[in-house]
C-alpha cells in the first residue's frame, strides 16, 4: 500500500494515537499515578513505551493478566505500536476460564504483575513475561526496572510504529457472560477511535480535562479512557482499584474533570458525603441500570452525571443523556451518539414510538465480529448488531432500555419486563437492590419471581435509616399499583446480596437457581 493511500482521510489512523500526540503536544502531562503521585508527559510516557515494544517484539496477539496501573497503559499502548492484538483477561476469574478464552483468542504472549503471575503461569499457551520482578526462573521481566514506566535502564531507539488500518483488530474482549459462555468480541483501531470521537461531541472535551480511571481495565469502560485520553491529548488518572473515600480525595486533589462509574460505586461515593468540586464536569454512568433515586440524589448534591448505555460490542457508549435531559426525562439514556443508528425492532419491524422492541445498531463503533464466526452470523442482520437489549424511542428520539430480550417474562400471555418490576421495588425505602426473573410455571407458562436485598442486610446500596426489614408479602403488596396486577412478582425472596458476575454484573442465572431452591422448586 502507497503512502499516499495510508495517509487518506479514510484511513487514519495509520499510526497508534500515543504516537500522534507525544509529536503534536509532547509537554502536556499524558499519565497521573494517583497512588504516588508520579506524573508522566506524553513525550516521556512515549519512550517508556518504545522500552516495552522492544521487550515485547513482533508476534501474535498478547494477553494481560493485570490490574489497573501504569504498566497496563504501556502495554495497550504498545500493543497497538506493534499491531499486536491486545487481549485483557479478567484476573477475578478462575484459571479454567482464563486458560479457555486464551486459547480461543490465539495469546502467544501473557504479561502478568507479582500478583498474577502464578495464575499466569498455568493459563498460558506461551510465553509469560511480568511488569514486576518475576519470582519464577520460567517468567522473563518486561523491562528491567521500568515495569512501570519510571526512568532509567537501557535507552530504546525508538522503532517505526505498525502501519495500522482502521480496519485492524487491535483488541479482543470477552464479554461478562452473565449467562453462556464469555463471547470473544472484536473491536478494530476505527471502532476504538469512532468510539472516542462520538463521546467527545456529547460530553465535550478541553485540552486541560483530567479523567479518572478506577474501573478494571480488562473492561471496556477501564480501557477505553487510556485510548481516548491519547487521542485528545488530554490526562489520565489511574487510580488502582475504587475506594469511595479515597476516590472523592482523588477527585479534589487531582483536578479530576471526569470519572465512569457503575451505580454501586456512585452510590457509595454519595453515601460517603462527596460534593463534586467546581472543576468537575462528567460523571458517565453505566454498566447496570441505576435507579431513579440515585440520579436524584446525585441531582440534588450537584453531581453532572451522564446516564449512558453502551456494550462491548459497540466500544463502551451507545446513547447517552446529559444531566439536564437526565433530570427533564427521568429514566432515558438520550439520544444515540453522533455516528451512532439504533433500531427499534418489533416483531422484525421497526416499532413506532414508545413501543417496545429489541435495539439494534449500527455505525462504526460496531465489532467487525465475534472470535466465532457463528455467534457473529446470529448477532448481525438487516439493520445491524442485535444486542438483545430491549428498549424504546419517544417522538425526540431519546432512549429507554427496559431489560434483555431473553429476560422478558411471559407469564398467562401477558410480556413482563423485569427493569419495570425492578423500578418498582426501588421505590421501598428499605429495598438497595433487585433482581426480577420468570421461573417455569404450569399454570402461568412463567411466573415472576424476585430477589430482593434490604438495608438492613447489608446489600449493595445505601442504608434504609429506621426502615422496618420488609418481608415477602409485604415487599409482594408494595408492588401492587406500581406495576400492573401481572407483574406482581409470585416469588419474592430476601437475600443479603444479589450473585453477580466477574465484571459485577448481576448473575441472572445463579438469581434463577437460588430462587428455585428457596421456593423448593
Not at 413506532?352 to 457463528?374: A, I, N
Not at 431519546?398 to 419486563?417: F, K, P, Q, S
Amino acid at each position: 500500500m502507497t503512502g499516499g493511500h495510508d495517509s487518506a482521510p479514510g484511513n487514519w489512523p495509520t499510526r497508534d494515537l500515543l504516537a500522534h500526540r507525544a509529536t503534536a503536544t509532547p509537554d502536556r502531562t499524558a499519565l497521573v499515578e494517583t497512588a504516588d503521585g508520579a506524573t508522566w508527559t506524553y513525550r516521556e510516557l512515549d519512550r517508556v513505551v518504545d522500552r516495552v515494544v522492544a521487550a515485547l517484539g513482533s508476534g501474535g496477539p498478547v494477553g494481560t493478566l493485570l490490574e489497573t496501573r501504569v504498566a497496563f497503559v504501556t502495554v495497550v499502548h504498545a500493543a497497538m505500536r506493534t499491531g499486536r492484538r491486545l487481549v485483557p483477561l479478567n484476573t477475578q476469574l478462575p484459571a479454567a476460564d482464563l486458560t479457555d478464552q486464551a486459547r480461543r483468542a490465539d495469546v502467544d504472549l501473557l504479561v502478568c504483575g507479582r500478583d498474577t503471575e502464578d495464575t499466569a503461569r498455568v493459563v498460558a499457551p506461551g510465553p509469560v513475561i511480568s511488569v514486576d520482578t518475576p519470582e519464577s526462573e520460567a517468567v522473563d521481566r518486561l523491562v528491567p526496572e521500568q515495569a512501570d514506566g519510571t526512568d532509567g535502564g537501557p535507552e530504546a531507539v525508538s522503532p517505526d510504529s505498525a502501519r495500522r488500518l482502521p480496519s485492524d483488530t487491535a483488541v479482543v474482549m470477552f464479554t461478562s457472560g452473565t449467562t453462556g459462555t464469555p463471547k470473544g468480541v472484536r473491536l478494530t483501531v476505527g471502532n476504538l477511535v469512532w468510539s472516542a470521537v462520538a463521546s467527545a461531541f456529547r460530553l465535550g472535551v478541553a485540552p486541560g480535562d483530567r479523567w479518572l480511571c478506577c474501573l478494571p481495565m480488562y473492561h471496556m469502560g477501564g480501557l477505553a479512557p487510556t485510548l481516548r485520553c491519547a487521542l485528545y491529548g488530554t490526562s489520565l488518572a489511574l487510580q488502582p482499584g475504587f475506594g469511595a473515600e479515597r476516590t472523592a480525595e482523588v477527585i479534589d486533589e487531582y483536578g479530576v474533570t471526569g470519572v465512569s462509574l457503575v451505580p454501586t460505586q456512585l452510590r457509595r461515593l454519595l453515601d460517603a458525603g462527596w460534593e463534586p468540586p467546581a472543576a468537575f464536569e462528567s460523571l458517565l454512568l453505566g454498566g447496570a441500570p441505576a435507579g431513579q433515586d440515585l440520579l436524584d440524589r446525585a441531582h440534588a448534591r450537584g453531581v453532572p452525571v451522564y446516564p449512558t448505555y453502551g456494550t462491548t460490542e459497540t466500544a463502551s457508549q451507545v446513547a447517552t443523556a446529559t444531566p439536564t435531559q437526565a433530570a427533564e426525562h427521568p429514566g432515558t439514556v438520550g439520544q444515540p451518539l453522533a455516528v451512532t443508528d439504533v433500531t427499534v425492532l418489533a416483531d422484525g419491524s421497526r416499532a413506532s414510538p414508545d413501543e417496545v422492541g429489541e435495539l439494534v445498531v449500527s455505525g462504526p463503533t460496531v465489532t467487525p465480529g465475534y472470535l466465532d464466526d457463528d455467534r457473529t452470523a446470529e448477532a448481525v442482520g438487516q439493520h445491524g448488531f442485535h444486542t438483545g437489549d430491549l428498549g424504546y424511542r419517544d417522538e425526540a428520539g431519546r432512549l429507554w432500555v427496559e431489560g434483555r430480550v431473553d429476560d422478558a417474562i411471559t407469564t398467562g400471555g401477558e410480556t413482563v419486563y423485569p427493569a419495570t418490576v425492578v423500578d418498582a421495588f426501588r421505590e421501598h425505602p428499605a429495598v438497595t437492590a433487585a433482581a426480577v426473573v420468570g421461573l417455569p410455571d404450569e399454570e402461568w407458562g412463567e411466573r415472576v419471581a424476585a430477589l430482593v436485598v434490604t438495608a438492613d442486610d447489608g446489600g449493595d446500596g445505601a442504608k434504609a435509616d429506621g426502615a422496618t426489614p420488609p418481608d415477602p408479602a409485604g415487599l409482594r403488596e408494595f408492588c401492587r399499583g406500581r406495576v400492573a396486577d401481572y407483574a406482581v412478582p409470585k416469588t419474592v425472596v430476601v437475600a443479603d446480596g444479589l450473585p453477580r458476575t466477574a465484571s459485577g454484573t448481576v448473575d441472572r442465572d445463579a438469581v434463577r437457581e437460588r430462587l428455585r431452591s428457596s421456593c423448593g422448586r
